[in-house]
């Protein structure tokens, strides 16, 4: 349902959330979030463009977040990066379907439960969760990244 760079979008904020008010560097971000460093680069252009988070050049360069991680949803940052797709018209491009089928209705129903929930959660919440030491480490585990 997500996109890889919303997936990695998600992971670099919510490092940044957990180091509030440090600046890190893209080879720290990589390392800690198990995001490939070219990739990286393109998540972070998106963050920065959208005003997320801020980046400054020069050796004590890095990145950091500039949202407020209290009031920053996750559904803030697909928005800039990947955004949920909701289904209005036939997937398939099938011209016999004039409104949605109840396949595709469906689909359509859990995206807006998706987005609901993500919208539910902020960064904060994220960083304050009992398990948030696990994030990354459960990230990677799970699809070897």
């Known amino acids: 349902m997500l996109s890889k760079t919303a997936e ?6 919510i490092a940044l959330a ?15 979030t198990h995001v490939p460093r070219r990739y990286l680069n393109h998540v972070l252009q998106d ?9 400054r050049s020069g050796s004590a360069g890095g990145h950091q977040l500039v949202a407020d991680p209290a009031k920053t ?7 800039h ?3 949920l797709q909701r289904i209005d018209c036939c997937p398939l491009g099938l011209k016999s379907h004039t409104s949605l089928c109840p396949l595709h209705a469906s689909l359509d129903r859990a995206y807006a439960l998706a987005e609901e929930s993500f919208g539910n959660m902020t960064l904060q919440q994220m960083v304050d969760s009992p398990d948030a030491e696990l994030l990354f480490h459960a990230a990677c585990e799970g699809c070897g990244q």
């Not at 990695?8 to 904020?13: G, K, N, P, S, T």
């Not at 180091?19 to 971000?29: C, F, I, W, Y």
């Not at 949803?73 to 697909?78: A, E, F, G, K, N």
């Open 8 to 13: 990695y979008a998600l992971r670099v904020v």
């Open 18 to 32: 957990q180091r509030r008010g440090e600046v890190t560097s893209a080879s720290t971000l990589s390392e800690l």
């Open 47 to 55: 963050l920065v463009a959208c005003g997320i988070t801020a980046s």
């Open 73 to 79: 949803t996750l559904v803030d940052v697909l928005r």
């Open 81 to 83: 990066v990947s955004p």
